[in-house]
């Protein structure tokens, strides 16, 4: 197998996240389970198969975002700019760096 890498950040990678979850659940729903070990059948081999595809990502935790008050598109939390219209973006209150 290659060593292939894919580095993804801000809403791209919430973007993947979001459907790695979407896929997650809809597994639960169809085999019954959340990560299948077992693969008696194409539904849990298709679960486990999921399973080996999201542990070679390594995603990680979801990105904090927020929204530009300008053009709408999200940003990265701790953003100074808009990464879009390049804005700049308030300062986040200290409560709101951290949560």
Not at 7 to 24: P, Y
Not at 44 to 57: C, K, P
Request: negative net charge; glycine residues 6%; contains cysteine.
């Amino acid at each position: 197998m290659n060593n292939f890498r894919v580095v993804l950040s801000g809403l791209d990678l919430a973007r993947l996240l979001t459907a790695v979850e979407t896929m997650n659940q809809e597994l639960t729903h169809v085999t019954g389970e959340s990560f299948p070990n077992a693969t008696q059948t194409p539904l849990t081999a298709l679960g486990e198969a999921w399973r080996h595809l999201v542990s070679l990502l390594e995603l990680g935790p979801e990105p904090k975002l927020r929204e530009c008050p300008i053009c709408k598109h999200l940003c990265m939390l701790e953003a100074s700019r808009c990464g879009h219209c390049w804005t700049p973006l308030p300062a986040l209150a200290t409560h709101e760096a951290h949560a």
